[in-house]
């Protein structure tokens, strides 16, 4: 490190926020900032400058500070209209000064402060903060004296001068390391970079800020006023340069061999007070982009492939000789860690629940899950998820993300909602990014999403996925996909399975695809890369007036093949039975059905897995009928290729679908054909939303088409008018 200046100066930093809407003065120094490269460096007379400071409501600095006798006072506390703001800094130095407080005083120094969007205490200034409290004895949580507030605690051996008396402080920031002495002694420090520094991080209040504590041009320092009189003398501002080529101190050092979360969190089975959550341990970060091209073969060169039981030939056949698996293009493979879980109320982070360690092995895919049990009815969850190796017990990787629980029976509460179909990596329409889906309905801010299937296709190229091996892979890269990873880490799912990432195209009982059987395709899906459920469909209330059914449309189904009649079912005895009574019994205003495959249609003639079509008549015809005699019911599926709203012409059912999840995926028909039973059609991507509200009188359901940029293109609202 080498000393380039040194000055006296006043500084002010306090790790939250300040409520008051920016000033003019505050927006003023921010463009400043922003046209210069490097902060200005006051003089030596600029901390005791009454005009130097500004509070950070816009008012002058004497109205709540006196400046005297090279002492700066906060003689009218105000509970924060009294914070005080620097002009834009330098982001690396050191800083000295003494204070001393009054009895019952809460006050400390924020510095590399900035603001961090209005989604951070409504775009309030926010920096790492040296507290300063007045505290028991013996005090060194996150929010005493001295510590690195909310992120590191104080050394237990810490010397503190009670109120009254003067103390001495010093921070050091320098660079990614941060350092804090009280009255002479090293008593906190910290690296912000690394799997540590996202952990304290993720739990802290200062969560989604982004590169927080982290050195930026234009960052200043905050005086805080927190409640109480405080007195400040004898700053000393040193300016530092950080240098790139000194090593960081031990806390930053991290593991290089893993492992990682390059798949992130999953999600599914919410209801009022559980839910199951679903990570996989990686060997990298990410997936790997520059990766070797696999072997491309035609349609008719995979199906006589797909005939083969024999894993080594399948592997040949597509992956270049001398190259590995995780050495193709996409790659995400797995490692064996460990894993645990810490998960609390995003307000409530002191009734954090944290999981023991669990192993990751490559039986599983070192996949984890946790049921998670006891939770709160319309609360939203953080979700962490820590990562080590095996035999070491340094953290390797962290990941934050979030669910909703669905609100109480009883509960008038809008509900937004998605639903999404046809997704895989060769089709995706973002680049390397994924969906473009992805952006946009984060932006919507769901409360739930249903994927209703085709989440990726085993039976297209690049590879032909006729292995376990190659199955997984495929998994792993669709869920490496930075957008579709942040996602579905943070955002309440539901996950239906098709054929096409079942086994293959129209599949059932007793088939097989390569190596794999029906059998070891299902509880791949229901056991492994998803979290489990002991049934695979299930009805959930989501406040008064809505209710949703996901189906199982592949586990139970007679092979199409079979000749139609009673007998023949998609749905297998036990669930139609389970749909039915469950659909009479419920007082939801609004009954929705999550299929994975159409029930109205109209349909292709040559499809041959669904009830809008004759192969599976028998079956359609009584869910329409028994459907068609409750008020409200709506059908929204998956599965088909274009976009749609239709009416079943003999019993009036609603069926929208939601289309495929990329322009690069929309087929199967004809732009224009429009059916007498059709109320919307679009062939292209994009998916479906839903916004349950409530006015004056009853609740209403409004149903939307959306292209993948967002835009609406139908709209329908329920109930209809006569």
């Known amino acids: 490190m080498q000393l380039q200046s040194s000055i006296v100066l006043a500084w002010v930093l306090g790790i939250l926020a300040v409520g008051s809407p920016p000033s ?23 901390f005791y400058s009454a005009d130097w400071w500004q509070t950070t409501g816009g008012q002058p ?34 800083l000295t000064w003494q204070w001393k407080i009054e009895d019952g005083c809460n006050t400390g120094l ?3 402060v900035r603001r961090f969007g209005k989604s951070m205490f409504s775009n309030s200034y926010l920096g790492i903060e040296y507290q300063i409290i007045d505290e028991p004895p013996g005090s060194h949580s996150k ?12 050394s237990e051996s810490k010397t503190l001068h009670p109120p009254g008396q003067w103390n001495q402080s010093r921070v050091v920031a320098v660079g990614q390391q941060l350092k804090h002495y009280l009255n002479g002694e090293l008593v906190a420090e910290v690296v912000t970079q690394g799997p540590e520094w996202d952990l304290r991080m993720a739990m802290s209040k200062f969560y989604g800020a982004k590169d927080f504590g982290r050195p930026a041009d234009g960052d200043r320092i905050m005086l805080t006023d927190h409640g109480g009189k405080a007195v400040y003398k004898n700053f000393q501002f040193v300016v530092k340069q950080a240098d790139e080529k000194a090593p960081e101190s031990a806390l930053s050092s991290t593991p290089s061999d893993g492992p990682y979360l390059g798949n992130g969190i999953k999600n599914s089975w919410a209801d009022q007070s559980s839910i199951v959550i679903w990570t996989r341990t990686t060997e990298s970060p990410e997936l790997l982009s520059e990766g070797t091209k ?62 023991e360690w669990k192993t990751t092995t490559s039986e599983s895919d070192c996949t984890a899950q946790w049921k998670l049990e006891g939770l709160k009815p319309g609360t939203q969850y953080a979700a962490i998820v820590e990562a080590r190796s095996v035999d070491d017990d340094v953290t390797t990787a962290v990941l934050r993300g979030g669910f909703e629980t669905a609100p109480s029976i009883t509960k008038e509460q809008p509900i937004k909602f998605c639903i999404t179909t046809c997704h895989d990596f060769i089709r995706r329409d973002n680049g390397m990014q994924g969906h473009k889906i992805y952006p946009v309905m984060r932006q919507m801010n769901p409360d739930f999403i249903v994927h209703a299937g085709d989440i990726e296709y085993y039976d297209k190229p690049d590879p032909w996925a006729m292995t376990k091996p190659l199955m997984r892979f495929k998994w792993g890269r669709i869920f490496a996909l930075p957008t579709n990873r942040e996602f579905y880490s943070n955002t309440t799912s539901y996950f239906i399975k098709d054929d096409h990432d079942t086994l293959k195209n129209d599949c059932w009982v007793g088939q097989r695809y390569g190596t794999v059987s029906f059998k070891e395709g299902v509880e791949l899906f229901n056991n492994e890369q998803f979290p489990s459920h002991p049934k695979r469909y299930t009805s959930v209330r989501w406040g008064k007036a809505l209710e949703i059914w996901i189906l199982e449309g592949r ?12 007998e023949k079912s998609i749905l297998g005895a036990e669930q139609k039975a389970w749909l039915l009574q469950s659909l009479r019994e419920s007082d939801a205003t609004f009954k929705v059905i999550c299929s994975p495959t159409p029930i109205v249609g109209p349909d292709r003639k040559n499809k041959r897995d669904n009830h809008a079509n004759d192969i599976f008549e028998h079956e359609g015809n009584e869910i329409r009928e028994a459907l068609s005699e409750l008020e409200n019911v709506i059908v929204l599926c998956g599965d088909r290729h274009w976009q749609y709203a239709s009416t079943d012409p003999d019993t009036g059912l609603w069926e929208f679908g939601c289309g495929p999840g990329s322009e690069e995926h929309q087929l199967g028909w004809k ?20 916004r349950l509200s409530y006015g004056d009188g009853e609740p209403t359901l409004v149903l939307r088409h959306h292209t993948v940029t967002g835009e609406e293109v139908s709209r329908f609202k329920f109930p209809m008018a006569e």
């Not at 732009?671 to 839903?690: C, K, T």
């Open 61 to 94: 600095a004497t109205e709540y500070w006196e400046f005297t006798d090279g002492e700066l006072h906060l003689q009218k506390p105000q509970g924060g209209k009294a914070t005080l703001v620097s002009p834009p800094l330098p982001p690396h130095f050191e």
């Open 143 to 154: 929010g005493s004296t001295a510590s690195i507030y909310d992120l590191q605690g104080p």
């Open 24 to 46: 003019a003065y505050a927006e003023q120094e921010d463009a400043n900032a922003t046209a210069s490269s490097s902060a200005s460096t006051p003089n030596s007379d600029s």
């Open 294 to 355: 696999f072997i491309s073969l035609s349609t008719s060169k995979a199906g006589k492939l797909s005939k083969s039981t024999d894993e080594a030939e399948i592997h040949r056949a597509q992956i270049p000789e001398g190259k590995e698996l995780k050495e193709m293009f996409g790659a995400c493979p797995s490692q064996p860690g460990r894993v645990r879980l810490t998960y609390f109320p995003t307000k409530q982070r002191k009734n954090a629940v944290v999981t």
């Open 110 to 112: 924020k510095y590399r």
């Open 671 to 690: 732009e224009g054909d429009e059916r007498p039973m059709h109320r919307f059609l679009r062939v292209a991507g994009g998916f479906l939303s839903g």
């Open 555 to 566: 586990d139970f189904r007679s092979p199409n093949s079979m000749k139609d009649g009673p």
